[in-house]
Each structure stands twice: as C-alpha cells, then as structure tokens.
C-alpha cells in the first residue's frame, strides 16, 4: 500500500517530471530513471540502480568533489542515472537528494504546512546561535538576498515571512522566489517545488556571522 | 508495544556543514532498520544537515502514522538532547500529543544503552584479534571539555563497566582536551598492546587526524580536509582514501609497544539495534511506570 508522500509524488508526476535539478523519466518497461537535468537525452552516463545507497553518495558531492551541506543548492553533480523499479524506491531516492521535501510538499498540499518567520527562528536560538537575534532588517535583506538566492544559492521556493507583521524575506529577492509555480532552476518546466517552510540552519549560521561581521 | 503498521521511527544526528562522514552512520542505521520493517516508516533528521529538525515535525502522515519514536543518535546525554531536539521538535517531555493526536515518544539517547559497552568490547577484539586481552589496555577516547555533551562522563562509565569484567590488563578513558590526555597514552599504559577506541557518533576530524597526531600514529595535516577552502575532486577522493586509511595500518609499532586504532564506536552496525531497543525501552518503561 503507499504512503501518503507516495500517493502525492504518483499524482505529480502525471503532470510533471521534475524536483529540483533532478529529471525524472518513466520507462516504458515500468521503473524509474533519473538524472541531473542538463544530462537528460545523454546516453553514457553511469548508471547506479539503488535506493537509498547510491542516492546518498550521488548527492553528497558536487562535481569537483566539494561535500554539499544544502542539498538544495543548485550544483547536484552531474553524469549519472539512476534506475529504480519501484514508486517505492523512487519516493526513498528522492528523499535522499531532497531530505524531507516531499513530505513538506504533501503537508502543504494537505493544508497542513505551517511556515515560521525568520525572526522566530532567530529568537528561539541558544548557545553560539543565540546572538543572530541581533541581526538588522538591512543585514536580513542582504544575507537572505544572497544566500537564498536561485542563482548559486538555494533552489527552495520561500514561504516563510521576516517576521509575525508577515514582511518579505527579503526584498532583494525577485518576486517567484516565493512562487511555488515558478521553476528555480530556471528551465521554465513544471516541477514539483522544494518548499522551504522555515529559515534552514545554515541561514541562522549566516545570521550570525552577519552579526558577528565575519 | 510497538506497532508496526502505524508506528515511525525518527532517528536524530546531529550532521555537519563540513564533514561529509558525519550523517552515514546514522543513515545506514536507518536503512538497516527500514530493512527490517519493524516501523512503517523510518526517518532521520538532523541538526546540521537535511532534513531538520524543522522538517521532521512534517514528515509522518498523522492520518496513517499514530505514533513516533524519537531516538537522538547521540554518544550522551547533553545539550543536544536536553535542549535543542525538544525545543525543535516542540516536545514537551517524554510524551508529546500533537494537534492532530499523534503521539511523539521521546526515547533515550543510543550512548545511554548497555549495549554500548558490549559493542566497545566487540570492536576492541576486532580491531586487536591477535593481542591477548590479558596483556592489552584498553583505552576509551572522548573529546572532554565539551561540557555541553558529558560525552567524557559517559566515556568514563564505559570504562569502569569494562574494567570490571577483569578482561583486560587495563581499561581507562582518555581525553583530547583534559586529562588524562590520550597523548599521554604511553605514561598511561604499561602493557605491550594497546587498544584505543574513539568514543564518538561518526568518523571525522577527530578520529581520522586529531586522535591519530595525539598519539603520534600520523603527522598533522595528513589526512584533513582543510575548510573553508575547498578540495578539488582528486584531493577530496584521496582524503576520503586516506582518512579509512588510518584505520588499516594497525598495529603500530610505537618503541616497543604495538597500538591498534579503531573507528568511531557510533559507526558500528549494532547501533541499529540500539535505536529499536531505545523505543522498545520507552513503551517497557512507561507500562512499568503506568
Ligand atoms: S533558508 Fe531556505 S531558501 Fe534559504 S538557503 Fe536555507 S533552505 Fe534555502
């Protein structure tokens, strides 16, 4: 029987064929094969056939070699297919290049995503995090303008506001940032979204070192 | 009891923006349990890395999943578990009823179970086949001075419990920051053979090069991946070779003792069982209390 986060990637994929920099293609033998998008129509690639092993390794590098702390970033490495027999299986690789998007994805689908304003994040932290607090707004529209951004940042759609008045993340950023219709990587394709519901820690680690002036 | 058709499994780690080793351990525990199919779903969540601690409140279907095991992969009892995976899991104790009536059980973390000790002595046969215990000392290393995990309390009661089976010559804990100082390994210990294993959740800086210049096994800077400047492909696949590296060179020859250096303890498959004898643990205790 599926899952919930089953059930919802089944009914995307009749309209869509995208996550992120990943291109998905079913296969005419049943199955699933997928790949960096800009590979898509490529025929050598190395082709790796499990769930969750190889989708742990492929996704944990860029293609220099660097490790990837945001799986999310827009630099998955390239030159690979990857080939799965099952929705099952598919669901699980996913899950592994886009830790717990799907299931953020079905939660907002359902009405059931509640999002946290970057300032509550902020204010909640202890220990070393503790000074990000004192962040300004114009430090806020800098960090999160760069940091954030599609374009070598963050593939993520933003739903998540400055603060409980509901004021924009950030006003350098263009306005599909925050559009879950809207292709981050921009290719222009429907794509299920990478919903971010909640400043992630590496922004709150941004935060800081703005404070700090690192 | 737990059941498996609407019951998940959240293992918590706590990850790294820097060292690609740290969430694995924690990772093939979860693939192994999924493999079992004790739960009908298995999640992680991390600190440092994706999913967060965030995400993980959204990961399980409360229409289909009833109940959710939090299990902290974590070495000891700190900060991490005390404080940060409650606050941003929005626990409010042991048992956590949420809105939509599903039930979070916050579980002890791995480092607290008793198995530990048996699985600290397994890797210490291992990794020392041929030295004979008698003649061996047994050297449990953890960071100390990092108040906020008690990981050095932790290492010293490992270490009392295993001294106390009288298996081998000497068993003591050892520590980076504070002594007894793992460097003084050689004034600490009188046997032939020595056996030194990191007390830690994962392979990383500590274990692959901190703990080794410390005992005068590897130069500094042999193996490290130096951050923020980032490796190029080939230095980062040769770190990656030569990080495991140290612990395939054993035993050494330091003057006329013989050292054998383990891995990380946390990066023994046995964790897996640990983390489904925390949550088993849970519903045990909570029956006992009720
Ligand atoms: S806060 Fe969200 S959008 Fe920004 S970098 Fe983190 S995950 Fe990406």
Redesign the interface.
């Known amino acids: 029987m599926l ?3 089953e059930r919802t990637l089944e009914v995307a994929l009749t309209g869509c064929r995208r996550i992120g920099q990943i291109a998905i293609r079913k296969l005419d033998i049943g199955g699933f094969a997928l790949s960096h998008c800009d590979d898509e129509g490529c025929d050598d690639l190395k082709v790796f056939c499990s769930a ?2 190889d989708a ?1 390794e492929l996704s ?2 860029d ?5 990837r ?4 970033a827009p630099n998955l490495r390239h030159d690979w297919r990857l080939e799965l027999a099952t929705l099952e299986e598919l669901s699980c690789a996913i899950d ?1 290049f ?3 998007r799907l ?2 994805f ?2 907002w689908k359902t009405s ?3 999002t ?1 304003p970057l300032r509550e994040t902020l204010d ?1 932290q ?2 070393m995090y503790r000074v990000a607090a004192k962040i300004s707004d114009e430090q806020i529209d800098n960090v999160v303008g760069n940091f954030c951004r599609s374009d070598g940042g963050c593939l993520r759609t933003i739903l998540w506001k400055r603060n409980k008045r509901g004021t924009v993340a950030s006003t350098k950023l263009p306005r599909e940032k925050f559009d879950p219709l809207h292709d981050q990587t921009g290719h222009k394709e429907r794509c299920i979204p990478l919903l971010c ?2 400043p ?3 922004l709150v ?1 941004e935060c800081r070192r703005a404070v700090k002036g690192e | 009891m737990i059941s498996k058709s609407n019951s998940a499994l959240l293992i918590v780690g706590h990850g790294s923006t820097v060292n690609p080793d740290s969430s694995a351990p924690t990772l093939a525990h979860a693939a192994e349990i999924r493999r079992r199919k004790l739960f009908a779903e298995v999640g992680c969540a991390f600190w440092k890395e994706e999913s967060s601690l965030r995400d993980a409140i959204f990961l399980f279907d409360p229409a289909s999943i009833r109940e959710v095991y939090v299990v902290p992969n974590f070495i000891s009892e700190g900060y991490f578990a005390q404080t940060v995976i409650p606050r941003e899991l929005e626990l409010n104790g042991r048992l956590t009823k949420r809105s939509s009536g599903q039930i979070w059980k916050y579980c002890d973390p791995v480092g607290n179970h008793s198995l530990v000790t048996k699985l600290l002595l397994k890797r210490a046969e291992e990794v020392a086949q041929d030295a004979d215990p008698a003649e061996t000392s047994l050297l449990i290393v953890a960071h100390g001075t990092d108040l906020n995990e008690n990981s050095a309390v932790a290492a010293k009661r490992e270490a009392d419990k295993i001294r106390s089976l009288g298996k081998y010559a000497a068993v003591l804990n050892a520590y980076m920051e504070e002594s007894p100082l793992v460097s003084d390994w050689q004034k600490l210990t009188r046997t032939t053979n020595v056996v030194v294993v990191p007390f830690f959740i994962s392979d990383g800086l500590h274990s692959y090069e901190d703990i080794p210049v410390l005992l005068g096994i590897t130069k500094e800077g042999s193996t490290r991946l130096r951050s923020p400047e980032r490796p190029t492909t080939r230095q980062a696949m040769t770190s990656r070779v030569a990080r495991g590296e140290v612990f395939r060179r054993n035993p050494y020859k330091v003057d006329d003792r013989s050292l054998f250096y383990a891995s990380s303890i946390g990066t023994d498959p046995g964790f897996a069982d640990i983390i489904i004898e925390q949550a088993a643990k849970f519903d045990s205790e909570s029956s006992l209390a009720g």
């Open positions: 899952n919930a986060i969750p092993e742990i944990k590098f293609d220099a070699g660097n490790y702390p945001l799986k999310t592994h886009y830790p717990g299931a953020v079905v939660a059931q995503l509640r946290t909640r202890s220990g519901q909640e992630c820690n590496l680690n």
